[in-house]
Each structure stands twice: as C-alpha cells, then as structure tokens.
C-alpha cells in the first residue's frame, strides 16, 4: 500500500514516552549477520536456554485434550493460587493466603496491573537507575513519571532507604524494585529491604518488589519482601526460574484490601491469563518438576561461576558479584580497546567482529550507561567458552 496515501493517524502522547530497546537494533543487525552465514553467539536476551520440562508439556497436553480451555476467573485458578501459595510455604517459609495472588499473563501484566491500580497522572515512581527498562514505561503508561535514581556498586545498583527518605515529595507515590534486579543480577540485602518497606510505608505510599529472578539467587536464601508487611506487593513470573517465557503466566502477591481492585481491573484488562499455561504451571510444583528447576538453578550458577573471573580476565570490572538472575553487568570503560568508555561503540565492534551479542548500558537508563554493558548467561556452558575465546582474540589478549 502507499503510504502517502494512507490517512495520518495521530498516536497517544504517552507512546513518545517510551523508548525502543536498544538491544533489538543489535539483535536485527545480528540476525542479518546470521542470514550471511556468520555464527554468532547470543548473550544478550534475557531468556532461560533451558524450556519447559516434559512434565509442563504433559500437563498442558492433558488440559487441551480434557478441553478445560475456557475463561478462568480473572484471578486464576483456584488450583493455581493454592500451589503458589504452597510454594512461599516451602521454598521460602511464609505464609500467604490464596486468597492475595493474582494470576497474570507474565510479570508484564502483573506490572501493568499493579501501575494501572496505584499510579495517577503525574504521580512519581522511585526506581533505580539501572533498572528494568520496562518498568519506567509502564509508570508512563499509567501518565505517572518515572523517577530515575542513579544507583552505583557501593548500593549494589539498588535503591536506598535513603534515596526514600531524601527524594520523597509530595507527588511521591512509591517506589518500584526488582531483587535480584534486571540488568546487574545483585539483590537488595533483607536488612535494606525492610528499613526501604518501613521508610515507603511511613510515607503512605506503596512498595512493588518485582521477585522474579528471586527462584535463581546463588547466595543466602532468599528472602521474600513478602516477610516485611501484607503491604507490600510482589510480582513473579513462570518466564524465569520456570522456564516458560512464551506461556505468558506470572502472578501478583497484593495486599488483602486491594484484592477487589486488581480482580476489577484483570477482569476488564485482561479477562484472565492463558487457561492452557495455568493448567500446564500446576506441574511446575511437584517434586520431581523442582528439582529439575534446581538442578538448572545451578547449572546457572554454575555459569555465573565461569564467566565473571572470565569476563575479569579480559579487561572487564565487575564491582559487585551478581548473587541472581543470569546478568553480569560489567564495566567496560578500562578495556583495551577504542571504544573502551562507550558500550555502545564496543557492543557493536564485538557483534561485527568477534560475533558476540551483549547489550550497551544505555537500555537500562541514564545512570553511567556507555560505562557498562549487560551479559545474559542464559545460553549453554559450550557457548560462554566459546565466547570467552572469541573475546579473548577482540581484545588482543
Ligand atoms: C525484571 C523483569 N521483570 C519482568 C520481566 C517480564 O517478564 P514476563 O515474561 O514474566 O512478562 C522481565 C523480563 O525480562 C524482567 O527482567
């Protein structure tokens, strides 16, 4: 069709509040590299290598073929929020009634819902700057404003009780977390956490912990914000530890008096999550699906164990040890190299040079962007050695 003739349609102000992924640039350029026959190495999704395991598909098999594929309720199966809910009881030893989880389609709806449900227009966010680029823009979809808080090694790339108590005003409305976080992999220490829940709820205001990296920590237990309050809302997702990004299923933890809300909300915006992933997910919880997962749990440790002194080796800073998720978030302003300083000039000379995808920094904010580039290790053990060898040729080492 022409598109000069093509009526001009005019977009909603708030989509030029949202900007594109700077990795999807990188990953089309690969992708051409790939269709002129060049081998590349992709660390730059953040996406398990790994699917879900038989036990998953047989689950979702069995469900098509009963044809329990209609609506669910907007909150999800009752089935589904009793497993989750027995899930905090073993894996993390606390108490959350059914009764609070809101089943969604990803951590993505959940996050949408929980901005749709809290944030009004011009209300402000804190979140750390680098952070989930996603999460400024669904407080933007909400007309809400993004509060970028830069974030350094000595806070483990976190927010601070003390950006709260230093940066709250009277448009504040509270502040939105990822621990383990999305692109560093470090988590908010539980002292941290609680002294931040405290600092936001004296305030009044509301403190979302996006807990989805939470299944794959390599340190201490990890401790659910959960612990700090019925106040505090959490969002997970199967994409992750569970292995099945493309299913779309995530949930919400959200405190007793907001059920009715979110259950509004879900019910307009979303009907309910995927009926056939829902009925698949109840396998993630029998024993022998788990420790599948925690044998991939350390199968990614293990990885995380390689590439830091790896990535180390080659000229690479990494100032705080990730403890989660599969992200090394690595500075890479003393390499040796031209573009050492500038992540963007470097990722793009490693992608057409050594045939590696790593994402630049400026896709998670302003903070010291062109200083740091992210590195996923959610790609087989083979391919990080391959890469480390590839790198080691880039940088004349
Ligand atoms: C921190 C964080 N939150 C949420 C999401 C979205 O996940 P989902 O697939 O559950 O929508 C991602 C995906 O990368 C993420 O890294």
């Given at each position: 069709?022409?598109?000069?003739?093509?009526?001009?349609?005019?977009?909603?102000?708030?989509?030029?509040?949202?900007?594109?992924?700077?990795?999807m640039e990188l990953a089309k350029e690969a992708a051409l590299l790939e269709r002129q026959g060049r081998d590349i190495i992709h660390m730059g999704i953040g996406e398990p290598d790994f699917?879900?395991?038989?036990?998953?598909?047989?689950?979702?098999?069995?469900?098509?073929?009963?044809?329990?594929?209609?609506?669910?309720?907007?909150?999800?199966?009752?089935?589904?929020?009793?497993?989750?809910?027995?899930?905090?009881?073993?894996?993390?030893?606390?108490?959350?009634?059914?009764?609070?989880?809101?089943?969604?389609?990803?951590?993505?709806?959940?996050?949408?819902?929980?901005?749709?449900?809290?944030?009004?227009?011009?209300?402000?966010?804190?979140?750390?700057?680098?952070?989930?680029?996603?999460?400024?823009?669904?407080?933007?979809?909400?007309?809400?404003?993004?509060?970028?808080?830069?974030?350094?090694?000595?806070?483990?790339?976190?927010?601070?009780?003390?950006?709260?108590?230093?940066?709250?005003?009277?448009?504040?409305?509270?502040?939105?977390?990822?621990?383990?976080?999305?692109?560093?992999?470090?988590?908010?220490?539980?002292?941290?956490?609680?002294?931040?829940?405290?600092?936001?709820?004296?305030?009044?205001?509301?403190?979302?912990?996006?807990?989805?990296?939470?299944?794959?920590?390599?340190?201490?237990?990890?401790?659910?914000?959960?612990?700090?309050?019925?106040?505090?809302?959490?969002?997970?997702?199967?994409?992750?530890?569970?292995?099945?990004?493309?299913?779309?299923?995530?949930?919400?933890?959200?405190?007793?008096?907001?059920?009715?809300?979110?259950?509004?909300?879900?019910?307009?915006?979303?009907?309910?999550?995927?009926?056939?992933?829902?009925?698949?997910?109840?396998?993630?919880?029998?024993?022998?699906?788990?420790?599948?997962?925690?044998?991939?749990?350390?199968?990614?440790?293990?990885?995380?164990?390689?590439?830091?002194?790896?990535?180390?080796?080659?000229?690479?800073?990494?100032?705080?040890?990730?403890?989660?998720?599969?992200?090394?978030?690595?500075?890479?302003?003393?390499?040796?190299?031209?573009?050492?300083?500038?992540?963007?000039?470097?990722?793009?000379?490693?992608?057409?040079?050594?045939?590696?995808?790593?994402?630049?920094?400026?896709?998670?904010?302003?903070?010291?962007?062109?200083?740091?580039?992210?590195?996923?290790?959610?790609?087989?053990?083979?391919?990080?050695?391959?890469?480390?060898?590839?790198?080691?040729?880039?940088?004349?080492?």
């Amino acid at each position: 069709m022409n598109s000069v003739t093509e009526p001009l349609v005019r977009l909603a102000a708030r989509v030029d509040a949202i900007q594109p992924f700077y990795v999807m640039e990188l990953a089309k350029e690969a992708a051409l590299l790939e269709r002129q026959g060049r081998d590349i190495i992709h660390m730059g999704i953040g996406e398990p290598d790994f699917t879900a395991p038989d036990q998953v598909i047989e689950a979702a098999t069995s469900a098509m073929r009963r044809g329990v594929t209609q609506y669910t309720s907007a909150l999800g199966l009752h089935a589904l929020r009793e497993a989750i809910a027995g899930h905090y009881a073993n894996a993390y030893g606390i108490d959350v009634d059914p009764a609070r989880i809101v089943v969604t389609a990803g951590a993505s709806a959940a996050l949408l819902l929980a901005c749709t449900a809290l944030v009004d227009r011009d209300d402000e966010v804190l979140m750390p700057d680098p952070c989930y680029p996603c999460n400024r823009h669904f407080v933007a979809a909400a007309e809400g404003k993004p509060v970028l808080v830069p974030s350094s090694p000595a806070e483990r790339f976190q927010l601070t009780a003390a950006d709260v108590e230093r940066l709250w005003n009277q448009r504040t409305r509270g502040v939105l977390l990822a621990s383990p976080s999305n692109p560093t992999g470090t988590s908010i220490e539980p002292a941290e956490l609680k002294r931040i829940v405290e600092a936001v709820r004296a305030r009044g205001g509301f403190t979302i912990v996006d807990e989805i990296y939470q299944g794959l920590s390599y340190g201490a237990p990890p401790v659910s914000a959960l612990s700090f309050g019925d106040d505090v809302i959490t969002v997970n997702s199967f994409s992750k530890y569970f292995n099945m990004t493309g299913w779309r299923l995530g949930w919400l933890v959200v405190p007793p008096s907001l059920v009715g809300a979110f259950e509004k909300l879900a019910q307009n915006l979303f009907i309910c999550a995927s009926a056939l992933a829902q009925h698949a997910a109840l396998a993630c919880f029998e024993p022998d699906t788990l420790a599948i997962y925690e044998a991939r749990r350390l199968e990614f440790k293990r990885r995380r164990d390689f590439i830091v002194p790896a990535l180390e080796s080659l000229g690479f800073k990494v100032p705080v040890m990730p403890d989660g998720a599969f992200y090394v978030y690595a500075d890479c302003s003393q390499v040796a190299h031209s573009a050492a300083g500038d992540s963007a000039a470097l990722t793009t000379a490693m992608l057409h040079d050594a045939g590696v995808v790593l994402v630049p920094g400026m896709d998670f904010g302003n903070h010291a962007p062109r200083s740091y580039i992210r590195l996923s290790y959610a790609t087989a053990y083979s391919k990080l050695e391959e890469a480390v060898e590839r790198l080691h040729g880039f940088f004349g080492r």
